[in-house]
């Protein structure tokens, strides 16, 4: 019975001797594949930041070109807007300086008119 102890024992501390090293072999390559996710993250987290703030000066240089555009835009409106104002206001003198003249000339036209009257019922 003893043997058998001891052979049973003896298959028990191989076991136990294996799966230990198994556990180490295994912790070794997690280890190991640890430190490759980790560099592989450290490397994709620099490439991320690189095209990020990439992106940033991008977007900002894109940004300051539209309100630049923006701009530009609002003062062609504002310098059109005035000149169709001065436009209109030069177009309404002329237009009531024709109507002076006009009513000039009717009120003209209507004396000659009552004049050539009087003088034919003379």
Do not use: P, W
């Not at 043997?3 to 180490?24: G, H, M, P, W």
């Not at 003062?75 to 030069?90: A, D, P």
Request: aromatic share 6%.
């Amino acid at each position: 019975m003893l043997n058998v102890a001891t052979e049973i024992r003896s298959t028990f501390d191989e076991l136990k001797s294996k799966v230990e090293k198994e556990r180490q072999n295994f912790a070794k390559a997690l280890s190991k594949s640890s430190k490759e996710c980790e560099n592989m993250l450290k490397n994709e987290t620099t490439k991320f930041q690189t095209i990020y703030e990439t992106f940033c000066k991008d977007k900002n240089s894109h940004l300051q070109a539209l309100k630049d555009t923006i701009s530009k835009y609002e003062e062609e409106k504002e310098r059109l807007s005035m000149r169709y104002e001065q436009h209109r206001k030069k177009e309404k003198n002329m237009i009531s300086e024709h109507e002076k003249a006009c009513a000039t000339k009717i009120s003209e036209l209507e004396e000659s008119l009552k004049k050539k009257k009087q003088g034919s019922d003379s």
